[in-house]
């Protein structure tokens, strides 16, 4: 079982930035392909970053291209997503997903997860 917790979500100005971090269990952590989702209210759950096991291979959302930078410290078990330049839109719950069998590279697909995080909500203020 491995268990997700995000962290540094909050409330910011349009342009500004926040850091989200997902700390995650389990002593194969190195080997777990990791993503980000958000859900806006009233919307699907939707894609916004994943990072292969190696950290190697990363893939965005095209609308956070430029702005998202996702990144990982197998040492501490974590990911991070960096998220500059703020919109509202970009306002919604922010979860942290985890495959834990081996995978080649990045994973899409929200049904590729084994894991999520309880989320954590981001507010972008214009």
């Known amino acids: 079982q491995v268990q997700l917790v995000e962290s540094g979500g909050g409330l910011v100005q349009a342009g500004g930035s926040l850091r989200l971090s997902c700390a995650a269990s389990?002593?194969?952590?190195?080997?777990?392909?990791m993503g980000w989702f958000r859900q806006a209210p009233g919307k699907e759950r939707e894609f916004v970053a994943a990072i292969s096991w190696s950290g190697i291979s990363t893939y965005y959302l095209d609308s956070v291209k430029g702005r998202f930078t996702i990144s990982r410290d197998n040492a501490k078990n974590t990911v991070y997503l960096q998220m500059n330049s703020l919109k509202p839109e970009d306002t919604a719950v922010y979860y942290c997903?985890?495959?834990?069998?081996?995978?080649?590279?990045?994973?899409?697909?929200?049904?590729?997860?084994?894991?999520w995080g309880q989320g954590t909500q981001v507010t972008v203020s214009s």
């Open positions: 997903a985890a495959k834990a069998t081996p995978a080649p590279g990045v994973v899409v697909r929200s049904i590729g997860y084994d894991y």
């Open positions: 389990g002593r194969t952590f190195r080997s777990y392909s």
